[in-house]
DNA sequence: ACTTATAATCGTAAATCTACGATATTAAAA
DNA sequence: TTTTAATATCGTAGATTTACGATTATAAGT
């Protein structure tokens, strides 16, 4: 049996002060997320740079076991920056366009936005 | 009972696939996870508006507790983002321009590069 | 039908993250 | 000197992340 949270309504609370934050804000921390670790920014290239989608060759090129890669994947097509369909015995990604202009507006924007203030205004 | 992994150095290897990437997506993966929660982002920005530099003000403007925005604040601090000065009784953090630019840099290198591709060969 | 190949999922362990209250620390104010 | 205010740090609990091997599911090939 998982998903045995017990969690008290005190504990719950404590722990989900994401929902205090801006519903933008959060999606772009969960973006960011996506890209904090180096094998999923690796398996986005490799899924870019190909011409066909990917399966299996993703995990060929990772240092990592199948099924940390598959982990991975499953992580990515959660957050919906990757797209799954399966082809046979074996199953296919690619990214999904869209969801990625959502992320790079959303970086662009704030990283834009910090550059124009911090230009403006030095402090230190 | 089952497997008992022995092995202290294995187990701790296990672990730390991290330095198998290259530095680059290393360091572009600290910097995603700096930005991978709301809080650290709001931070960024409260420094960024600001004329002066500031201190506890933070956490006047954050849901969280005085020593969990001290702990993100030290993040931030450690990855080189915001560098931080005592100015007597109180601390002025500001953000690490150098530092941002090559966040900043590393970003868009990605980004760009996945889109070029992702318009060149489109596959699903 | 049996075997093989591919990939998802399960179970688990260690590490890290998030969050808080409590406790220092330290400079200024009284 | 004593008190106050602002922060940093410590200890800790619970959640999440990262990683692996083992298992399962399924389609394809023999």
Redesign the pocket.
């Known amino acids: 049996?998982?998903n045995n949270?017990?969690?008290t309504i005190l504990?719950?609370?404590?722990?989900?002060?994401?929902t205090?934050f801006s519903p933008l804000e959060v999606r772009l921390?969960d973006f960011a997320?996506a890209l904090?670790?180096?094998?999923?920014v690796a398996i986005l290239r490799v899924l870019a740079e190909r011409q066909t989608c990917?399966?299996?060759?993703?995990?060929a090129v990772l240092?990592?076991?199948?099924?940390?890669?598959?982990?991975?994947?499953?992580?990515l097509k959660e957050l919906g920056l990757i797209k799954?369909e399966?082809?046979?015995?074996?199953?296919?990604?690619c990214i999904d366009w869209n969801a990625f202009q959502e992320m790079k507006n959303l970086f662009q924007n704030l990283l834009g936005t910090l550059d124009e203030m911090g230009t403006k205004n030095g402090c230190c």
């Not at 904090?36 to 999923?40: F, L």
């Not at 099924?67 to 992580?75: E, G, I």
């Open positions: 049996m998982k949270r017990k969690a504990n719950a609370m404590a722990l989900n002060k994401k205090q921390a997320k904090s670790h180096p094998a999923r990917v399966c299996g060759e993703i995990v240092p990592l076991a199948q099924s940390t890669v598959s982990q991975h994947l499953k992580d799954g399966i082809d046979g015995t074996r199953s296919c990604y």
